[in-house]
């Protein structure tokens, strides 16, 4: 649906839908479903997990790795995908999961949601950022010094949040615009990408997809993509970390519910639409460049700069300077993208109160922007404390990228975990009555939902295997340690959303007063 055909039917059901939730139309309501696809197809963008991760499918079992890995590991996020957007089109407002959480659940776990999934959103955008910095280093960074140290990513990092929380603190329109441009961008870039790899190539051997090699432990066990192990099994799974990674963000359709025109409707159609595209379109480009690569045994002895490897031995400097300068631009705008994702979540939660200080002013929408700036500029600072901190970790084997990535990977799957199976146990019940406009039968949704838990579990394995296994320890530390705030202290302050008829009731005059504030007319 495009602004223009958006009603005064529809603007007010919209209105009405979120006050029978007990919120108000603070932001914009300006986004169209185009814009709430483009926003997590940017987040997700191919053109960012895809290359800075690409390594992790060749330095593990070969060609394989993309052509067959890639396959599995989408169909994974494209569970997750349907059941989210079963749930979304039922509940949409911003900072969804930790809403829906809430009403599926009860308020211990739509807190533990939350801070699951702002984690999640924090340390997605610290890995974006870090790849981005590090595309730069391979790229353009000799040219001005930038070798991609710890300290010099840190402030490349910094910069480019400022630059990306300025764009968001505008306003909507300018961050929906910015995220549609980055749509044909990257549907342009990859097939610019896959063409000249095609074109280019020294030979295609399309065998390589589906033959297995282990090229664990090269080029040497420190600078590995991988250590070296044995079993082939075991590093199928851990290629999966390319595609699991890549294909995520798609919640940001959920968290921008509440400024997308007919979200109960759009909502779920672009989460869906985002992972199918995104999976599809990236699965060629990746089997593209594994068919360009001139020798796969000297591509994975590279490590990390397998990509720029391949790219220097097939494609003329001026080709390369173009698609470099596109790829280096959507993972700028797949940043920006995240930095509103998790500004919404922020926002979201403390209007309910969910942080321990300082909801009250990370709950205020600009009446000039009609925008969370606080949230916006807070979650954009925690992402630098975090980037900043990240250097200081060091673990054998892994680089600063693979340490937030799986950090990542391991905190927004089970934010994700929770309302699914609380909505797999509550669909049909009280809790959850009656579906909302987009929705599979009962029993699809169920098998869905059971199908991406089972795909959880895979994704805690992988992400914790050594040198990896840190995260595990993270994970139970951050487990424990919620557990004991709650007891102690969030159980009895945190009231969570309003639920219910008489508690949204009560909310009545409130959201009046706060429509009124940013010049929300009724």
Not at 281 to 304: F, S
């Amino acid at each position: 649906m495009a602004i223009d055909d958006y009603t005064d039917h529809d603007r007010k059901e919209d209105i009405k839908t979120l006050h029978g939730m007990g919120y108000a139309q603070e932001l914009s309501r300006s986004m169209s479903k185009f814009s709430n696809f483009a926003i997590s197809f940017s987040i997700i963008c191919i053109l960012s997990g895809g290359i800075n991760s690409f390594a992790q499918a060749i330095g593990s079992v070969g060609g394989a790795g993309a052509g067959l890995g890639w396959i599995f590991g989408c169909l994974v996020s494209a569970m997750f995908a349907l059941a989210m957007a079963q749930i979304a089109s039922a509940f949409p407002t911003a900072g969804g999961l930790y809403h829906w959480a809430s009403i599926l659940g009860n308020r211990f776990t739509g807190w533990l949601t939350a801070w699951l999934n702002l984690l999640g959103l924090i340390t997605v955008l610290g890995a974006i950022n870090i790849g981005t910095a590090g595309f730069f280093a391979g790229t353009f960074g000799a040219n001005f010094g930038f070798t991609g140290s710890p300290g010099q990513t840190v402030v490349f990092v910094a910069v480019l949040t400022i630059v990306q929380a300025l764009f968001n603190h505008v306003g909507i329109k300018v961050t929906a615009l910015l995220t549609d441009i980055s749509g044909f961008i990257i549907l342009g870039t990859s097939a610019l990408l896959i063409v000249l790899c095609f074109a280019l190539a020294p030979h295609i051997d399309v065998t390589r997809l589906w033959t297995f090699t282990n090229y664990s432990g090269l080029p040497t066990a420190n600078t590995a993509v991988f250590p070296h192990s044995d079993s082939l099994t075991y590093l199928f799974l851990l290629c999966l970390l390319l595609p699991v990674y890549t294909i995520t963000g798609y919640d940001a359709s959920a968290h921008t519910s509440e400024e997308t025109v007919k979200a109960a409707h759009s909502v779920p159609r672009a989460i869906v639409s985002s992972v199918l595209w995104s999976s599809l379109i990236g699965w060629v480009m990746v089997c593209a460049i594994t068919l360009a690569i001139p020798n796969l045994k000297d591509a994975a002895g590279q490590g990390w700069n397998m990509f720029f490897w391949t790219m220097d031995q097939i494609m003329p400097s001026g080709l390369k300077l173009v698609l470099y300068v596109l790829i280096l631009i959507s993972q700028f705008l797949c940043g920006l993208a995240t930095v509103t994702s998790a500004s919404r979540m922020l926002f979201a939660f403390s209007r309910d109160g969910g942080m321990p200080v300082g909801s009250a002013a990370l709950a205020k929408v600009s009446p000039k922007f009609r925008t969370p700036v606080t949230a916006i500029w807070t979650a954009s600072v925690l992402e630098v404390i975090y980037v900043y901190a990240a250097q200081f970790v060091q673990i054998a084997g892994s680089s600063l990228y693979t340490i937030v990535v799986n950090s990542t990977l391991v905190f927004l799957f089970l934010s994700f975990s929770i309302p699914l199976t609380l909505g797999m146990i509550a669909y049909g019940g009280k809790k959850w009555p009656t579906p909302g406009p987009w929705a599979m039968s009962a029993g699809l949704y169920k098998l869905v939902s059971l199908l991406a838990l089972a795909g959880m579990v895979l994704i805690f394995y992988i992400a914790v295997q050594p040198p990896n296994d840190y995260v595990l320890d993270i994970t139970v530390g951050f487990v424990i340690l919620a557990l004991i705030i709650w007891v102690l202290f969030e159980r009895r302050r945190f009231q969570g959303p309003p639920i219910g008829d008489a508690a949204i009731a009560k909310r009545r005059a409130a959201i009046a007063a706060a429509e009124k504030a940013v010049g929300q007319s009724a």
